[in-house]
């Protein structure tokens, strides 16, 4: 499977076309022509994002995901689908997803249940087993009895109002550990009718849209003759800023996860060695202004704008784990202590960022009409984490899963500031927790976003030397 050749073009014509893709490229890395450096809806311009990520965040985030604590990820890939009968399971052999072994889980991450990722919280006279350790009253014996009591309100308390995202059940036999790192996301060759599926339902049925507004290079809506996309973003433009954020982060999530493909894609496989990296050609057909009738720089600005939503994430939450009882633990004292540092370096990089999005501007009505958005803006979210449940491809799959999860944890911290700002020092809160899952979907959805940003720099240059 060959997708780095330009098929029957010319090399004249290959050059052209990279000539124009890479002026459009260039508009949005230099904030020229066609696409301003500022982005709508705040005041950031994506020259400063580029050099941020480059310099500060990305080399740091890469780090992070490779350490223990972030690298293993528990998920349920066998979930049905909850709203049409299943299309089946892709066979395609890189869609495959292989599930670490428990005995290659550190023991502390193992040994905990989902609501505990301190040392405190994970020591138990039945720490090797694994079954027993996820009983609620697994706490540290020398702990006081007012800290005990606070640990097992912390494990019982039920957040699930806060919650953007349908949580897997890791007590569920169906639930098994992944390792990041061997089952990266990349290209897969998951496509078609059953991919359409589920991004359709995701943005026709999830985004406030109207089913009489057709959203652009839709593959499964009627021909509009000639509406090259206006209509849609005029009906966009004129909701209000909470509604055209939510679309905007789904647009972003899915430039992102479209970028991954593009910058991991099987190019050719002699001898059962496949052979992995950027298609340029995949590339400008996703992202060419005249092959996506002018999508693909639009949908680029949203993948920065949903990068500047998980940053402010970030140096909000900050608070949150600069306590001593956070400890990101794995049974490794000294690869926790590493990690955790390295986590705060990169929250104090986050707050040193000048141009963060203000999410106050956000549900800032009056209060009956703005809880009432606020909760279906949740809502909607959710049900988006309840469809990938639907993807075919198991890779795809967990990716998906976890980019949305991330992004969901994202959006419940930037709504619970006040919880995170009065939250107790030295012992668990009841307003304000992260589930260890909720924590690893958040730093690598992130990593994702930061890696993305990465690699359409990295097209760029692709793109001149084709020229």
Not at 81 to 86: G, I, K, S, T
Not at 199 to 210: H, L, V
Not at 374 to 381: A, M, V, W
């Amino acid at each position: 499977m060959s997708g780095g050749g330009g098929g029957g073009r010319s090399a004249a014509a290959r050059a052209r076309l990279a000539a124009r893709l890479l002026a459009v490229l260039g508009c949005i890395l230099t904030a020229e022509a066609q696409l301003t450096g500022v982005l709508d809806d705040c005041l950031c311009d994506i020259e400063s994002i580029d050099d941020f990520n480059t310099f500060k965040i990305f080399p740091k985030i890469q780090k992070l995901q490779e350490r223990d604590y972030f690298r293993y990820y528990k998920v349920n890939l066998k979930r049905p689908c909850p709203f049409w009968a299943d299309d089946g399971h892709c066979s395609i052999k890189d869609c495959h997803v292989e599930p670490c072994p428990e005995s290659k889980i550190p023991v502390g991450i193992k040994a905990g249940s989902s609501n505990k990722y301190s040392k405190a919280a994970n020591n138990s006279k039945e720490l090797e087993d694994c079954e027993q350790a996820n009983k609620l009253g697994a706490v540290n014996s020398t702990l006081s009895n007012q800290s005990k009591e606070a640990f097992i309100d912390w494990a019982r308390y039920d957040d699930s109002q806060d919650h953007f995202c349908e949580l897997d059940d890791e007590r569920s036999p169906d639930a098994q550990y992944v390792d990041l790192l061997l089952n990266p996301e990349r290209y897969t060759g998951y496509k078609g009718p059953s991919a359409w599926r589920v991004w359709n339902s995701i943005y026709e049925e999830n985004c406030f849209k109207p089913r009489s507004v057709y959203r652009p290079l839709n593959p499964l809506a009627p021909s509009r003759g000639g509406d090259d996309g206006e209509s849609f973003y005029t009906w966009l433009e004129g909701l209000c800023l909470e509604k055209r954020v939510f679309y905007k982060l789904i647009s972003g999530l899915h430039a992102s996860i479209n970028l991954h493909l593009c910058a991991n894609y099987l190019l050719e496989e002699t001898w059962g060695k496949p052979r992995w990296g950027p298609n340029v050609k995949e590339f400008t057909r996703r992202f060419d202004p005249a092959e996506t009738k002018g999508e693909g720089p639009r949908r680029l600005k949203n993948l920065y704008f949903l990068y500047l939503i998980e940053l402010r994430a970030l140096s909000k939450v900050a608070p949150y784990f600069e306590r001593a009882v956070v400890d990101l633990y794995t049974g490794n004292g000294h690869e926790d202590a590493e990690s955790k540092a390295l986590l705060l370096d990169i929250f104090r990089d986050t707050k040193s960022f000048h141009m963060h999005f203000d999410e106050k501007s956000m549900f800032a009505g009056d209060k009956k009409g703005a809880k009432s958005l606020k909760e279906e803006f949740r809502l909607h979210f959710k049900n988006i984490s309840r469809i990938m449940d639907c993807v075919g491809c198991d890779k795809c799959r967990l990716w998906g899963k976890l980019q949305t999860q991330g992004l969901g944890t994202a959006l419940k911290i930037l709504f619970s500031e006040k919880e995170i700002q009065s939250l107790p020092e030295n012992s668990p809160s009841k307003g304000f927790q992260l589930t260890r899952q909720e924590i690893v979907a958040l730093v690598n959805a992130f990593g994702r976003l930061s890696t993305s940003i990465k690699e359409l720099q990295n097209f760029k240059v692709l793109l001149q030397q084709t020229r």
